[in-house]
């Protein structure tokens, strides 16, 4: 699975922006689906995943209540709505894949099989 992450940029406090997750080489269906990111000098953190079904997503708590994390499995993409950004969130957000059935949504970047190159976020204050 090839993962193609995007819509990273630069946006104001308090604005809005969405990530998108496409993935390509076979369908991702069966994959729970995951956002993590890696601010400058920092390590990799979990941020939002999704089930392979779409029927339940877990968030960091530092995001929670400001992002949403949702899947197309029509057009094999994965999102990550995020709004009321703050300039803490300024990181390179990657979107990874996890191939192994679980009894619940994997948060730890060890677990996931694939991943994207990463698409770049820049929150001004």
């Known amino acids: 699975v090839q993962l193609q992450a995007s819509g990273g940029g630069l946006v104001q406090a308090g604005g809005s922006l969405r990530l998108s997750c496409a993935a390509s080489?076979?369908?991702?269906?069966?994959?729970?689906m995951g956002w993590f990111r890696q601010a400058a000098g920092k390590e990799r953190e979990f941020v939002a995943a999704?089930?392979?079904?779409?029927?339940?997503?877990v968030y960091a708590d530092s995001i929670q209540g400001r992002f949403t994390i949702s899947r197309d499995n029509a057009r094999n993409t994965v999102y990550l709505q995020m709004n009321n950004l703050k300039p803490e969130d300024t990181a390179v957000y990657f979107c990874?894949?996890?191939?192994?059935?679980?009894?619940?949504?994997?948060?730890?970047?060890?677990?996931?099989?694939?991943w994207g190159q990463g698409t770049k976020l820049t929150v001004s204050s």
């Open positions: 990874a894949a996890d191939s192994t059935v679980r009894d619940s949504i994997a948060r730890q970047a060890g677990q996931y099989d694939y």
């Open positions: 080489g076979r369908p991702i269906t069966t994959y729970d």
């Open positions: 999704i089930s392979w079904s779409g029927v339940r997503a």
